[in-house]
């Protein structure tokens, strides 16, 4: 089974300041996707970002990045310029290829409790 | 353009009792995924259903039982309900079984 891990359960930042959630994940797959999602105090899930594995640049979606590291199963996400607005539970998410099946399950990991200090 | 939507908000029922969730998936959408969120964990999947049918399932016992509905609404059933089956349930749609996922806003069920 696939397994997501987020080692940070919780994190802190000053509103402006950048930083980084990690996230490491376990497959035997070469091809497959990578999500960071948001979930705010209302509970719904938001995607903030997308990467695809067979795709070496990485994904930038606005203030938001990803630092992927396909030997190392790694996919971080970066924020800059921090605002309240972005505190969360933010989830890294997994996701197999499509090949072979129609199935578009994800694996989450346990998430990151992100706090934005004004 | 609605959103997804899911009823009730908040559930609370008793051991060995049935309940029902229902979620109304977004305009143009024919798939939806319902996902287990416990306290302190990431959601799990519990199936998808697309076009009417599941389309898979997750590592969830047989009380667990969904439907999907013409207009591609859905609804979770579970039979039997255990202490442990209190969680938040995310009901996601989307155009189909690999697009992108537009979630609910969960209903919180406790078993008492």
């Known amino acids: 089974a696939q397994t997501v891990t987020q080692s940070q359960p919780e994190m802190s930042v000053q509103e402006a300041e950048t930083v980084t959630l990690s996230c490491t994940y376990d497959?035997?797959?070469?091809?497959?996707?990578l999500f960071w999602y948001k979930q705010p105090p209302s509970r719904q899930m938001i995607l903030v970002i997308r990467q695809e594995a067979y795709k070496q640049q990485n994904a930038t979606e606005n203030r938001f990045s990803v630092n992927f590291q396909k030997a190392a199963k790694s996919f971080s996400l970066k924020i800059s310029d921090s605002q309240l607005g972005d505190a969360a539970m933010y989830f890294c998410?997994?996701?197999?290829?499509?090949?072979?099946?129609?199935?578009?399950?994800?694996?989450f990991g346990r998430g990151t409790q992100l706090t934005v200090w004004p | 353009e609605t959103g997804v939507t899911q009823s009730p908000t908040h559930l609370i029922k008793t051991r060995g009792q049935q309940v029902t969730l229902r979620c109304s998936s977004q305009?143009?959408?024919?798939?939806v995924s319902w996902y287990q969120q416990a306290l302190g964990q990431g959601p799990q999947f519990i199936f998808q259903y697309y076009r009417e049918e599941e389309n898979g399932r997750g590592n969830f016992p047989p009380r667990f039982s969904g439907l999907q509905f013409p207009n591609y609404s859905s609804e979770l059933n579970v039979n039997a309900l255990e202490l442990d089956d209190s969680a938040l349930y995310l009901c996601?749609?989307?155009?189909?079984?690999?697009?992108?996922?537009?979630f609910g806003s969960g209903t919180q069920l406790s078993v008492l």
């Open positions: 497959t035997s797959e070469s091809d497959y996707y």
């Open positions: 996601a749609s989307s155009r189909g079984p690999l697009e992108k996922l537009f």
């Open positions: 305009s143009g959408h024919n798939t």
């Open positions: 998410a997994y996701r197999r290829p499509p090949r072979g099946s129609t199935l578009g399950r994800l694996y």
